[in-house]
């Protein structure tokens, strides 16, 4: 009996160790926000990453071509994705929660750089972003 206790104790301690933290975005949301851990390179010096805004993504990017975004997370639309907004327009962006920063809430004025890649099919063109980062 014992042994059955100390399992059950140690299993579920396990599983609570395992469990990620919720995703820091705070602004309007259309759906459930998974749960993961944030991450990010760390790497703040210089990039040849160019900087578009959203017209220009949608006019001219290629697929698998890294952009830089600047502006705002303006809703969460369930799951990963997410509406991105610049001066310039509006476009979907796809965002795993563990790419958010780690313990800095991102509300929908907070204006962010989104560093990604895209990815460019016959009939639509998504945004995978690969780090978000706090513009201040």
């Known amino acids: 009996m014992q042994q ?6 140690l ?3 396990l599983l609570g160790a395992a469990a990620p933290a919720m995703a820091q975005y705070t602004g309007p949301t259309t759906g459930e ?12 010096g210089p ?9 220009q993504l949608l006019d001219t990017a290629k697929d ?6 600047e502006g705002r997370i303006v809703s969460h639309d369930g799951g990963k994705n997410y509406t ?14 563990k790419r958010f920063p780690a313990g800095q809430p991102i509300s929908a004025q907070q204006r962010v ?13 998504e945004f995978e972003v ?4 706090l513009i201040p």
Do not use: N, W
Request: charged fraction near 25%; proline fraction near 4%.
């Open 4 to 9: 059955t206790t100390t399992a059950l104790v």
């Open 11 to 13: 299993t579920l301690g």
């Open 33 to 44: 926000r998974a749960a993961a851990p944030a991450a990010g390179s760390g790497y703040t």
């Open 47 to 55: 990039t040849s990453v160019p900087t578009m805004t959203v017209k």
């Open 64 to 69: 698998d071509q890294h952009i830089r975004l």
């Open 84 to 97: 991105f907004a610049d001066d310039s327009g509006r476009m979907p962006v796809e965002i795993s929660d």
């Open 113 to 125: 750089e989104l560093v990604g890649e895209v990815d460019k099919g016959i009939r639509k063109m």
């Open 130 to 133: 690969e780090q978000v980062r």
